[in-house]
């Protein structure tokens, strides 16, 4: 079976999922930009939690798919957390800046990936 980018996507709302990581959203951007397939956008608590999701997603996709992040971007000093998986992008915020950058208001035209989620924390993640 062939891995597709919505897979690789599916897979890191998952992991984000596994650090408890909050409003989790897929977005699909083929038919918008040529850069990436998906975004995978979350939120974390403060910029600790921010960074362990970065790390794990990071540490797993390694071990599992001997996947690395082209150029990421650690700056959790500045609540926003890019990596770069060409054809599936994550982007870790805390509150605050999700608020501020507004991806999801940005790309309003992108069509949502429907997830299932919140076995890790017992919570269901909105479906769109």
Same mark, same amino acid.
């Not at 897979?7 to 959203?25: F, N, Q, T």
């Not at 996947?67 to 915020?93: E, K, Q, T």
């Not at 608020?99 to 769109?128: C, F, M, N, T």
């Given at each position: 079976?062939?891995? *597709? ?9 998952? &992991? ?7 409003? @989790?959203?897929? $977005? ?5 930009? *040529?850069?990436?397939?998906? %975004? ?9 939690? /921010?960074? /362990? @999701?970065?790390?794990?997603? +990071? &540490?797993? %996709? ?5 996947? $690395? ?8 000093? /500045?609540?926003?957390?890019? &990596? ?9 915020? *805390? ?7 507004? %991806?999801?208001? &940005?790309? +309003?035209?992108?069509?949502? @990936?429907?997830?299932? %989620?919140?076995? /890790? ?8």
């Amino acid at each position: 079976m062939t891995e *597709t980018s919505e897979d690789l996507s599916r897979e890191i709302a998952r &992991l984000v999922d596994d650090k408890l990581g909050e409003d @989790i959203v897929c $977005l699909d951007m083929r038919e918008l930009v *040529t850069y990436t397939d998906n %975004l995978v956008i979350c939120t974390a608590r403060n910029e600790r939690q /921010a960074e /362990a @999701i970065a790390e794990e997603v +990071h &540490l797993r %996709l390694k071990k599992d798919r001997a996947l $690395l992040p082209v150029n990421p971007d650690r700056s959790s000093d /500045a609540g926003w957390n890019v &990596l770069d998986y060409l054809d599936s992008v994550l982007h870790i915020f *805390t509150e605050e800046a999700r608020e501020r950058y507004d %991806l999801e208001d &940005l790309w +309003h035209e992108a069509p949502r @990936i429907e997830l299932s %989620l919140g076995q /890790a924390s017992g919570k269901s993640a909105p479906v769109a």
